[in-house]
């Protein structure tokens, strides 16, 4: 024992020496790639401010945007490792979302997405490749595919809508929304993407695993047992596996030719048509990568409605002039004592909710950055060289609020077809993307929000319950109003619609 202790004591000042100049490095190597960004002129060893981050990341990044300013629009940080730059200008970030290919930048949708979400992905495509797997995706958003859709969200809204209300009738008592409409859209997603494909069993682990998979995107990445990332992590491998399993099942109904009624089915329904013509498997379209590919569509579809139609409730309290016109243009549309399902030919005439629904996205966009890896040394600016490795998070929430007529206020007028803000400053419209990877799915996205909009204010009674700062930015992973939208509720008809698929 006596001989280790002398070895660890011989060895000590060396040691210690190696860890000082190991962390004068790491300062060393952040100053450097930072050059005169404006930033941190120190940053915690190893771990950077990823506390900060995880503790409250709506104050950090806020701090970030003000970093940048103006001009030159761009701010430096730390995180885990990682040399971060946060992009505020629109410009620049037109030249992130531009320039996806393996020589520039790589997509990566979290800041440890890789890892986090696993190989077989969308988002990590470029290329011919990437280009061939969205034309296999365009069977799933044809009109008749959105038509088959729209009356399954119908289905799974009014089903939700009338238990929220059973549960909390009268209006006597307030009832907070997050995790209702979490779980209003976890249903719609499994619903619209495996249909029956899932039974009961199934759909429980599914939300468990998924309720994993959200607290483990907002918590440090360490891949170890006992931690959210990790547990995280493994949560996606079993949805992924879950999903694989639905790509089979359908791919062997469709082989006996019946009917598509999910977005899986129309995308394997296009699969066994191109074998039946006596071509190859198209690329890609084995079971694991497809059960992936299903994971991304959940994944941008179930957080970012989330926030959407928790915001679209919180600014329709808040102006009820909006309201009113929400409710008097669906009332001359449908009406709820037809027992009818909304039309996709109804849906298309509700204009003026469609730009409510637009506006909910550009006031408060989902996800309010896009972060990208450096795969090169990358001249962003004539006087800045994004260093290789280097994390960029170009803010969509902050292009929202450049270029647009008064762009602090929520204006849905802004894109009626007077006005049609979002063709002229369309540059600053982000909440879709930009680019190859701009999101193939934005038409079903903006449909379930105008359909939750339309059915939500037409069946229900609303009014807020105010607190300091409820309307504040939280992340959970996606925004989402302080207070969790906290309502209270009650029926506005003398009966709920009868809706079904017949």
């Not at 997050?178 to 976890?186: D, G, P």
């Not at 040394?377 to 170009?394: A, N, Q, R």
Request: charged content about 20%; some cysteine; glycine content about 6%.
């Amino acid at each position: 024992m006596s001989f280790y202790v002398s070895l660890f004591a011989s060895l000590a000042p060396y040691l210690v020496s190696s860890l000082l100049l190991f962390l004068l490095l790491e300062q060393l190597s952040y100053l450097i790639k930072k050059r005169n960004l404006p930033g941190p002129l120190f940053v915690p060893p190893i771990i950077g401010n990823a506390v900060a981050l995880v503790r409250d990341p709506t104050s950090f990044w806020y701090k970030q945007s003000a970093n940048a300013g103006n001009s030159p629009g761009l701010s430096a940080n730390y995180l885990v490792g990682r040399f971060i730059v946060y992009i505020r200008d629109t410009e620049l970030s037109h030249k992130v979302f531009s320039n996806v290919r393996p020589d520039a930048f790589h997509l990566v949708g979290h800041p440890f997405g890789k890892k986090l979400f696993g190989d077989h992905n969308l988002i990590y495509m470029f290329g011919e490749d990437h280009k061939s797997v969205r034309r296999q995706l365009a069977p799933n958003f044809t009109p008749k595919a959105l038509s088959t859709y729209t009356a399954l969200q119908q289905l799974v809204i009014l089903r939700h809508l009338r238990r929220w209300e059973e549960a909390f009738s009268g209006g006597t008592r307030p009832v907070t929304l997050r995790n209702l409409v979490r779980e209003l859209n976890l249903e719609t997603s499994q619903t619209v993407f495996v249909g029956p494909y899932l039974d009961k069993e199934a759909r429980d682990r599914f939300r468990k695993d998924y309720n994993l998979f959200n607290l483990g995107s907002m918590a440090l990445p360490v891949d170890l047992p006992g931690f959210a990332f990790g547990e995280a992590r493994r949560a996606v491998t079993r949805l992924a596996e879950t999903l694989a399993v639905c790509a089979g099942k359908s791919k062997a109904r469709m082989a006996a030719g019946e009917e598509p009624t999910c977005l899986i089915d129309f995308w394997m329904q296009a699969f066994v048509a191109e074998i039946n013509s006596g071509n190859p498997p198209p690329p890609h379209s084995d079971d694991e990568e497809i059960g992936g590919f299903l994971f991304d569509f959940l994944f941008a579809a179930q957080d970012a409605s989330t926030s959407s139609l928790l915001w679209a409730v919180a600014l329709l309290d808040s102006e009820p002039e909006v309201l009113s016109r929400v409710r008097e243009e669906v009332t001359k549309i449908w009406s709820h004592e037809s027992n009818a399902l909304i039309t996709v030919e109804q849906l298309a005439e509700m204009k003026y909710t469609h730009a409510v629904a637009r506006e909910v996205v550009r006031f408060r966009p989902p996800a309010t950055m896009v972060p990208h890896v450096a795969a090169e040394d990358f001249p962003l600016t004539t006087s800045y060289t994004v260093p290789k490795g280097t994390i960029v998070f170009p803010s969509v929430y902050d292009s929202s609020f450049q270029g647009f007529t008064e762009p602090n206020r929520f204006d849905p007028d802004r894109f009626s077809e007077t006005r049609k803000e979002d063709q002229v400053f369309k540059r600053n419209f982000l909440a879709f993307g930009w680019g190859p990877h701009q999101c193939v799915g934005q038409r079903y996205a903006l449909n379930h929000l105008v359909l939750f909009i339309a059915m939500f204010s037409s069946l229900l009674d609303f009014k807020r319950l105010r607190s300091d700062g409820c309307d504040e930015i939280v992340y959970c992973p996606t925004i989402s109003p302080k207070d969790g939208c906290t309502v209270f509720l009650s029926r506005r008809v003398a009966a709920y619609p009868h809706l079904s698929l017949n």
